[in-house]
């Protein structure tokens, strides 16, 4: 069975940076970070695939956000740096179970697994 636990969110200003860390437990493949905004759908931020380690971002944060994973730490991270009001959200990890699934890595559906977020506020 598949555990993550989110950790770095917090409050910052514009302009600034976070690292948000997940530590993994059980067998993970494709792994990734979603994110939740208030009054908004759940979106796809990033992934970073088990085979080849292969990156992937959403248009929003790609230049700005780097997704990395130690598989001898069993850790998840994402760097975040010139935030923007907008990164605002509860972001989560996620990881499949599955080396492959009917879904593309931006539909949560092809990651079995997700934890319970870590807030995330940008202010001006």
């Known amino acids: 069975q598949v555990k993550l636990v989110e950790s770095g969110g917090g409050l910052v200003q514009a302009g600034g940076s976070l690292r948000l860390s997940c530590a993994v437990s059980?067998?993970?493949?494709?792994m990734g970070w979603f994110r939740q905004a208030p009054g908004k759908d759940r979106e796809f931020v990033a992934c970073?695939?088990?085979?080849?380690?292969?990156?992937y971002y959403s248009d929003s944060v790609k230049g700005r956000f780097t997704i990395s994973r130690d598989n001898a730490k069993n850790t998840l991270d994402l760097q975040m740096n010139s935030l923007k009001l907008e990164d605002t959200a509860v972001y989560s990890c996620?990881?499949?179970?599955?080396?492959?699934?009917?879904?593309?890595?931006?539909?949560?559906?092809?990651?079995?697994?997700w934890g319970q977020g870590t807030q995330v506020t940008v202010s001006s």
């Open positions: 996620v990881a499949g179970a599955q080396k492959y699934t009917p879904w593309s890595f931006t539909d949560i559906r092809h990651f079995g697994s």
């Open positions: 059980g067998r993970t493949y494709d």
């Open positions: 970073i695939t088990w085979m080849g380690g292969s990156t």
